[in-house]
């Protein structure tokens, strides 16, 4: 409201020296007398209203307002008859100062214009029905920008919290991510120390007692020492044991790390995208994984460049003696396949597993990886 008031203001301000300067032209044109006087309320009404645009309450501005017509009825009666020229537009000022409608302004300057000379009526019915009109829609297109300004700032606000809350998540996912890491540090320290750590020690002992009893009791010894052997065997079973439950195998590495491309293409391009895997996946050592996430990830660049497709569908499937992954959208296709750098560099992974690349563009656009199984 008071960014309103300030944009009102200022057109105000400029009608009413506007309108001074043809009162004053048009005084000195015609020669008037009562100078001194004339003088003195013309300082009186811009004093009024330099007052008005100083005071700060609502209240203070209507009284100056209620003076400033005074000023200006008093000054048309007694000294001359063009000061009515600024009656309207200090009566749709009170009117917006009290938050009334504008048109209640219209009817009550319009009443002046049967009191005033013939000369007078139709210059005073112009400016009456001229500042009606821009000072409505003023308001209007004042009340349109202070709107768009709020919506603005609420929309910046609405930013800055919704970035302060991905900070916050984030910081948040680290913290767990990182607490996680320790837990699962703090478990495999105590499981090697209780386990792996006491049987490593048991079997130094073993070995030491068997050192010394070397040339005076061999068979106790030899006993000894298989048992050095056979603990120091358990140790590296559970060592191996340990490593085997840390290390995720590779179906589960592959398919999460597909799942995470296909989220993340989602979130930036939010063009809808599918994924589908069946079959035994067990079967698909580490380098098929990277071959099949390679061509998804360039399949999923060249559907976002060319198709102009809508849905996206990507299907891994482990058949008897081949890997199968396919990308499929809903885009144009291209009856005429014309190989790029992307579909170049599909064909050279397969190739490293001699597998191949079948590409189709005659209902939407696809592109199929094969990749034979080793026996």
Known sequence: MVRKEQLMEEWVLYSKAVLLLYFILQYVNEGGEKVPWIVCSLLLYVCFNVLLYIMKKRNVKLVVLLLSLAVLATSATLLHILYFLLFPLNIYELLFYQGKRLEWGMPVALIVLFFLPYHVQVLYGFVTVFTFLTFTMLARYTSRIVFLEQKELNLRKDLHDTKRNL?????????????????????????????????????????????????????????????????????????????????????????????????EFVVRTNVSTSFLYSGDLDKMEPIYWKIVYGNIAEGLTNSLKHSNASEITVDVAVLNKVVKAQIKDNGTGAEKVIKGMGIMGMEERAASLNGQIIVDGSNGFSVTTLLPLSS
């Not at 052997?229 to 140790?235: C, L, Y």
Request: charged residues 30%; glycine residues 6%; without cysteine.
């Open 167 to 263: 900070h916050k998540k984030e910081v948040w996912k680290k913290q767990s991510q990182y607490m996680f890491k320790l837990e699962e540090r703090n478990r495999l320290s105590q499981e090697i120390h209780d386990q792996i750590g006491h049987a490593m020690t048991g079997a130094l002992i073993q070995m030491e007692a068997s050192k010394q009893l070397l040339g005076r009791d061999e068979k106790k010894a030899k006993e000894l020492l298989q048992n050095a052997i056979n603990i120091s065997s358990e140790g590296i079973e559970s060592i191996r044991l340990t490593l085997k439950k840390i290390k995720p195998p590779s179906e589960q590495m592959g398919v999460n790390q597909l799942k995470t491309l296909i989220n």
